[in-house]
């Protein structure tokens, strides 16, 4: 597996991004931009991706897991070990389909998220550094992981952006007050 990732913050000063001011919650929102590639390999699948939160200090919370759920017998289920970073983080202890969480596997192209404080897998953040993590793996091809770190609650608007180089492309987190 090779990890490479890039982080820019526009919009404001770092100290801004990363330190944070209370703001109104009921405005936060994380918009999230994921690229799937366009690979010319032999023989192509459509890879898992994983999308959670880590937080300094503590657990992990899955925002979004996208994969085959539709297979007869929940099969797809177990090639979810193979996104082994967020499998160990928190994906083994869940139960699936989970509500609100799971999506099917996405084509190539960019695909947008979006996660209200106070609704859905986001809930109610508390206070502090977190870093959203990205995971795809994919049959037959490879497996990719990009950090983004951010403070929450956010002092203002900023984005923070990665780029794959294998199995996920553009990655832009912006988060908002």
């Known amino acids: 597996m090779h990890v490479r990732h890039h982080l820019v913050l526009t919009g404001l000063p770092l100290a801004a991004a990363v330190g944070g001011i209370a703001a109104p919650a009921q405005a936060q929102t994380l918009d999230l931009s994921i690229t799937i590639p366009r690979l010319s390999v032999a023989e192509y699948h459509k890879p898992y991706v994983a999308v959670?939160?880590?937080?300094?200090?503590?657990?992990?919370?899955?925002?979004?897991?996208?994969?085959d759920h539709d297979m007869k017998n929940g099969e797809?289920?177990?090639?979810?070990?193979?996104?082994?970073?967020?499998w160990r983080a928190s994906g083994r202890s869940m139960s699936f389909p989970a509500d609100g969480v799971t999506g099917a596997t996405r084509a190539p192209?960019?695909?947008?998220?979006?996660?209200?404080?106070g609704k859905g897998p986001l809930g109610q953040l508390g206070p502090g550094k977190y870093t959203l993590v990205v995971e795809a793996a994919r049959e037959v091809g490879g497996r990719e992981l990009?950090?983004?770190p951010f403070a929450w609650p956010p002092a203002g608007d900023g984005t923070a952006r990665a780029?794959?180089?294998?199995?996920?492309?553009?990655?832009?987190?912006?988060?908002r007050r």
Do not use: C, I, P
């Open 52 to 67: 959670w939160l880590e937080k300094e200090g503590g657990g992990a919370r899955t925002l979004a897991v996208w994969y």
């Open 109 to 117: 192209g960019t695909h947008t998220l979006r996660f209200a404080a």
């Open 76 to 86: 797809g289920t177990k090639w979810l070990r193979d996104v082994r970073q967020w």
């Open 163 to 175: 780029a794959g180089t294998s199995e996920l492309g553009a990655v832009t987190l912006t988060v």
């Open 146 to 148: 990009l950090r983004l």
